[in-house]
T-cell receptor
Framework: SQTIHQWPATLVQPVGSPLSLECTVEGTSNPNLYWYRQAAGRGLQLLFYSVGIGQISSEVPQNLSASRPQDRQFILSSKKLLLSDSGFYLC????????????FGPGTRLTVL | AQSVTQLGSHVSVSEGALVLLRCNYSSSVPPYLFWYVQYPNQGLQLLLKYTSAATLVKGINGFEAEFKKSETSFHLTKPSAHMSDAAEYFCAVTGDNYGQNFVFGPGTRLSVLP
């Protein structure tokens, strides 16, 4: 069976500090991978998606970047965090090539102070 | 392109009452539709999905949804609400084979009153 991991689960960072959130999928190969953000009381905002190693599409220009160094690893980064980067970050994956559902990780709660 | 609207950002029902969460979609191709549930500080969990096999789809936890093409709707229902159903519910649509256009609605928060 497939599982998706995210870490850390919670993170408190000062403004201006760097960020690295990691997402790893097990039990599948060549998934499409996604990063979403939920601000407090808001819906899902798609940040990045990837269809393969080194292939990143950005949906919203902002203070964040993403990388996919391995097939089942997706990393969300920032060089300098802003207060507005606070939120709940969700990673998701999907089997490519079909009308399939997205599977979500447990999320990372980021608070920027 | 696809889009999703969910009428009512917050719905309250009494325990044991009917749950009805509304979802309308827009799609230029035959849609595939999904309902997800999110409990506080957790990821999203799939409740059910429509992939053209049957218009009435049954999911987990007693939920079901009916695809109505003429109304471009995919409303979620449950005959009798339980306290544990209190959560955020998201409707989503995709219309392609690569998952690149997976669009979520804004969500509806369901409260269940004792």
């Amino acid at each position: 069976s497939q599982t998706i991991h995210q870490w850390p689960a919670t993170l408190v960072q000062p403004v201006g500090s760097p960020l690295s959130l990691e997402c790893t999928v097990e039990g599948t190969s060549n998934p499409n991978l996604y990063w979403y953000r939920q601000a407090a009381g808001r819906g899902l905002q798609l940040l990045f998606y990837s269809v393969g190693i080194g292939q990143i599409s950005s949906e919203v220009p902002q203070n964040l970047s993403a990388s996919r160094p391995q097939d089942r690893q997706f990393i969300l980064s920032s060089k300098k965090l802003l207060l507005s980067d606070s939120g709940f970050y969700l990673c998701a994956w999907i089997f490519p090539g079909g009308h399939n559902e997205q599977f979500f990780g447990p999320g990372t709660r980021l608070t920027v102070l | 392109a696809q889009s999703v609207t969910q009428l009512g950002s917050h719905v309250s029902v009494s325990e044991g009452a009917l749950v009805l969460l509304r979802c309308n979609y827009s799609s230029s191709v035959p849609p595939y539709l999904f309902w997800y549930v999110q409990y506080p500080n957790q990821g999203l969990q799939l409740l059910l999905k429509y992939t053209s096999a049957a218009t009435l789809v049954k999911g987990i936890n007693g939920f079901e949804a009916e695809f109505k093409k003429s109304e471009t709707s995919f409303h979620l229902t449950k005959p009798s609400a339980h306290m544990s159903d209190a959560a955020e519910y998201f409707c989503a649509v995709t219309g392609d084979n690569y998952g690149q256009n997976f669009v979520f609605g804004p969500g509806t928060r369901l409260s269940v009153l004792p």
